[in-house]
């Protein structure tokens, strides 16, 4: 046995045979590969404003630089009340929330607070690939429950994700709007799930990071349908956000969690013994996102939305593509006719159309033959994207 | 059942009930009480330096604020590589480094990537209050070895610490300087522990993130004895850092691990799905610190040399007070004869004497009767600290 080896047969169970995201590998892929359109990544072009930046900025020349709160500045939890309380038009209470540093981690603090080794979570797929992978190296079994897709539209049957519910089930994760799919959850179906968790005694994992990101409101900047709509927030429901997406904050590694309060000393400690606490500073460009954001928030949902019709409308004309429009989200996921390997195709289009996309098998088996394409881009890219997509389509036609 | 005794009775096993670390318990007993000299925490008075803020200020205002590496930027990890060879007068190779978010999420990544749920780790206490209850969380088993303490000083009997490993046993986690006695193991001690884990096939958890702050070296500066000294880098060996303690950046949250190559892609998927990467722009700050920040660490080592010798001169002249002079670390870890309940004292002290500590039994049982007080302060108030607490011990002589 090489040294290599010793050290990586003593690891944790499973640990080292978890594959890297499919995401990571495109992105290592197209690294310094001149003009490659990046579309791989959910992040948008713009850097952070400067009405966020420098309030942080100014608290770290301030010398607020010690340790703080576990849980987030009391300032900064009030915030994200009164963000909520303008968004979904009802009250919220600063106490249910809880700062901590990535979306991400606040999933990691629900799979903390709420699973055990050996327990199951039902996914519905295609998802993003974190959901399971983490799962699945916390030693918990993510199942999952494939959307329908018609050519033209996603569908979640309700029933189909109660008849995956076993003893060993204790939670159902629901990603909506969804990524990869941009699929959006109507508030009939998001009753039955919240009806059924109430039934089976279960808790819902709600992630809606990209709740803002809605194309069909009736009124401007409304929220997609969401549990916050229906749910009481001192039930098993365990919410998961981040500043990444709505403010261009991707690099900040600040998300947020909102529980039932009775969690509230246990995410004290979870945070403590995860990463203690949140960077002191930066906690005031959050502030300055959520209180005087609104703005700039409305702008990011207004270029997503162009984006996506200039996405949308050049890949429909192109040959042996299918897809829905996607309601929420800022991600066309589309299918390749006779593609067979995303994660070969999506190298072939780095390589032969200067596009990067994710493989749509990096989003779980049933998105073989997919790609998921980002359009919180800058629109005169996204159509010079569009086109190089939409040529080597007609070019490659199978 | 209540609606929140239905969401406690619905989490993961041994969540709901692990108690709060007994620090933060003080920090919020100590909370709003005016003139409180506060030595409970493990941090200095002095905010971050202008030569580590500004870099990170100037990434953030350009832009700099998007996802990145998720182990690091590579110029952050190279600096690590030389920062280590200065103080270590060896090379290290930047591949062994992975930066994290803080020394907390450092250790969070060892357990995740060696230990299982059953694990049982070898942990000599008293000891930092985050490793037991971390494990304990995790659902791995601490399994605590007192050191020994005549009245004047702590001793680690190895053989002690070996008669404690069973088959579930997987490895050994060893604080030195250690929080929050202070004392430095010795390389013969060190080099025993390394011994007998190679033999056994055990992993050295090596926490060392006060290896820097040693008062018993033969020149200035000179680091305490570490396993780097003596281990191979490719061996089961994970180190745990951080740069909140050399450089007044506790507020920052990051931190580093080292660890064999072979763990990287582990690694790299371990802080994927734990925090996505560490804040983008900080990282220019902390290349700062290691780059430009030696004359400052040496500031910062001596002012705690002097702290040390303030508290300890005092409290040496007091009645009824036992400690070893720390050698190392930045904490002086002291009996109060006749106290049976630290918590309580603490409360007291802070009533009374206007001064914060840390209670000995938040460090494991073996601490009860002790308190912690933190000396990496300014030496104007831990001379007034100091007075404070003498003065009382007179007054309250049992």
Same mark, same amino acid.
């Given at each position: 046995?090489?040294?290599?080896? &010793?050290?990586?047969? /003593?690891?944790?169970?499973?640990?080292?045979?978890?594959?890297? @995201?499919?995401?990571?590998?495109?992105?290592?892929?197209?690294?310094?590969?001149?003009?490659?359109?990046?579309? $791989?990544?959910?992040?948008?072009?713009?850097?952070?404003?400067?009405?966020?930046?420098?309030?942080?900025?100014?608290?770290?020349?301030?010398?607020?630089?010690?340790?703080?709160?576990?849980?987030?500045?009391?300032?900064?939890?009030?915030?994200?009340?009164?963000?909520?309380?303008?968004?979904?038009? &009802?009250?919220? %209470?600063?106490?249910?929330?809880?700062?901590?540093? @990535?979306?991400?981690?606040?999933?990691?603090?629900?799979?903390?607070?709420?699973?055990?080794?050996?327990?199951?979570?039902?996914?519905?797929?295609?998802?993003?690939?974190?959901?399971?992978?983490?799962?699945?190296?916390?030693?918990?079994?993510?199942?999952?429950?494939?959307? %329908?897709? %018609?050519?033209?539209? #996603?569908?979640?049957?309700?029933?189909?994700?109660?008849?995956?519910?076993? *003893?060993?089930?204790?939670?159902?994760?629901?990603?909506?709007?969804?990524?990869?799919?941009?699929?959006?959850?109507?508030?009939?179906?998001?009753?039955?799930?919240?009806?059924?968790?109430?039934?089976?005694?279960? #808790?819902?994992?709600?992630?809606?990071? =990209?709740?803002?990101?809605? =194309?069909?409101?009736? &009124?401007?900047?409304?929220?997609?349908? @969401?549990?916050?709509?229906? !749910?009481?927030?001192?039930?098993?429901?365990?919410?998961?956000?981040?500043?990444? &997406?709505? #403010?261009?904050?991707?690099?900040?590694?600040?998300? #947020? !969690?909102?529980?039932?309060?009775?969690?509230?000393?246990?995410?004290?400690?979870?945070?403590?013994?995860?990463? @203690?606490?949140?960077?002191?500073?930066?906690?005031?460009?959050?502030?300055?996102?959520?209180?005087?954001?609104?703005?700039?928030?409305?702008?990011?949902?207004?270029?997503?939305? +162009?984006?996506?019709?200039?996405? !949308?409308?050049?890949?429909?004309?192109?040959?042996?593509?299918?897809?829905?429009?996607?309601?929420?989200?800022? =991600?066309?996921?589309?299918?390749?006719?006779?593609?067979?390997? /995303?994660?070969?195709?999506?190298?072939?289009?780095?390589? +032969?159309?200067?596009?990067?996309?994710?493989?749509?098998?990096?989003?779980?088996?049933?998105?073989?033959?997919?790609?998921?394409?980002?359009?919180?881009?800058? *629109?005169?890219?996204?159509?010079?994207?569009?086109?190089?997509?939409?040529? $080597?389509?007609?070019?490659?036609?199978?």
């Amino acid at each position: 046995m090489s040294a290599d080896q &010793k050290v990586l047969s /003593s690891l944790r169970p499973g640990v080292a045979t978890e594959p890297m @995201s499919g995401i990571v590998d495109t992105y290592i892929y197209a690294m310094g590969k001149p003009d490659v359109i990046p579309l $791989w990544v959910g992040q948008g072009h713009l850097p952070t404003p400067a009405f966020i930046a420098e309030p942080a900025a100014r608290a770290l020349a301030a010398g607020e630089t010690f340790y703080t709160h576990q849980r987030g500045l009391p300032e900064l939890r009030q915030s994200l009340a009164q963000y909520h309380a303008r968004a979904y038009g &009802k009250a919220f %209470d600063a106490e249910n929330f809880t700062v901590c540093q @990535s979306g991400m981690q606040s999933i990691q603090l629900a799979l903390q607070a709420i699973l055990s080794p050996g327990d199951e979570v039902i996914l519905p797929v295609p998802a993003w690939t974190n959901y399971a992978a983490t799962l699945r190296l916390a030693g918990m079994k993510p199942v999952e429950v494939a959307l %329908d897709f %018609d050519g033209k539209s #996603w569908t979640l049957d309700p029933a189909r994700l109660f008849a995956a519910i076993t *003893p060993r089930t204790r939670a159902i994760l629901i990603n909506t709007p969804g990524n990869p799919l941009g699929h959006v959850l109507s508030h009939q179906v998001l009753q039955a799930i919240l009806d059924e968790c109430r039934r089976r005694r279960l #808790w819902i994992i709600a992630d809606e990071v =990209y709740g803002r990101f809605y =194309y069909s409101g009736n &009124k401007p900047g409304q929220p997609a349908p @969401s549990f916050l709509d229906i !749910c009481d927030t001192e039930e098993r429901i365990f919410f998961c956000n981040t500043f990444s &997406k709505n #403010w261009a904050m991707t690099g900040w590694r600040v998300g #947020w !969690c909102m529980a039932p309060k009775a969690l509230g000393p246990i995410l004290e400690n979870l945070v403590q013994y995860n990463t @203690s606490g949140v960077t002191t500073f930066l906690q005031r460009g959050c502030i300055a996102a959520l209180d005087e954001g609104d703005a700039f928030l409305a702008d990011q949902i207004s270029q997503a939305e +162009q984006g996506r019709r200039i996405i !949308c409308e050049r890949l429909a004309k192109a040959p042996g593509v299918r897809f829905a429009w996607p309601e929420g989200a800022f =991600y066309l996921f589309f299918k390749v006719e006779g593609a067979t390997d /995303s994660a070969a195709l999506s190298r072939t289009l780095i390589d +032969q159309a200067r596009v990067g996309l994710a493989p749509g098998n990096a989003f779980g088996q049933a998105g073989q033959g997919f790609l998921r394409l980002c359009f919180a881009r800058d *629109p005169a890219q996204l159509t010079e994207a569009a086109e190089r997509l939409g040529n $080597w389509l007609e070019r490659n036609e199978r």
